[in-house]
């Protein structure tokens, strides 16, 4: 496994903008720290519950139909290419919705974000299950997944403020290399 490619897709895809943070912007500015930490609890247990159910499904679909992990591989692929053309022409300047930041919202967001779901569908097939099938190594990488999922929550409650303003004032650079680690990372699955 290309430990680089699947270290920058799990950083990029985590820490970039995307339903989660936002709400958790939001709420660090509008209802402080307390309730933004409350929310990510309940958004980090979901990530990994999807992570589980991804391993699983996988697993499952791979016993079956053996060809599937290319097709997968390639569904991964054109995600991270789509996430990367997105992130590109993202614009920062829009303001985020602000929700009741509860341990259920947050945990409910994530069966909701389109982001996650594709992400965690997407990062076992494409960088665990071509190397690795044995479930101690499974588990293993669902647990450094769901902790680099929430690292990424933490920095956007940590530095909520600072991280906007910056976001804003250099969005165009910042969407610039993010969106060519992903193109770097959609490009290493095939290599």
């Given at each position: ?19 989660t ?69 993202m ?15 947050g ?20 960088f ?25 929550f ?38």
């Open positions: 496994m290309n430990i680089t490619s699947f270290l920058i897709y799990c950083f990029i895809v985590t820490i970039t903008p995307g339903p943070n936002i709400v958790i912007l939001s709420t660090v500015h509008n209802l402080g720290t307390k309730k933004a930490m409350e929310y990510t609890y309940g958004a980090t247990i979901a990530f990994g519950l999807l992570l589980v159910i991804s391993v699983m499904l996988n697993i499952m679909l791979i016993t079956i139909i053996p060809k599937i992990l290319i097709v997968m591989q390639l569904i991964g692929s054109f995600y991270m290419l789509y996430l990367a053309y997105q992130i590109y022409k614009d920062t300047t829009k303001p985020s919705v602000n929700q009741t930041a509860t341990f259920a919202s945990f409910l967001m994530q069966f909701l974000n389109p982001k996650v779901v594709l992400f965690t569908m997407t990062i076992i097939p494409g665990i299950l071509p190397y690795y099938t044995a479930m101690p190594a499974l588990t293993i990488s669902v647990i450094v997944i769901t902790i680099i999922g929430f690292l990424a933490i920095t956007w409650v940590l530095f909520g403020t600072i991280f906007k303003q910056f976001l804003q004032n250099h969005k165009k650079i910042v969407n610039v290399i993010m969106a060519l680690f992903l193109v770097y990372a959609a490009i290493m699955i095939w290599i």
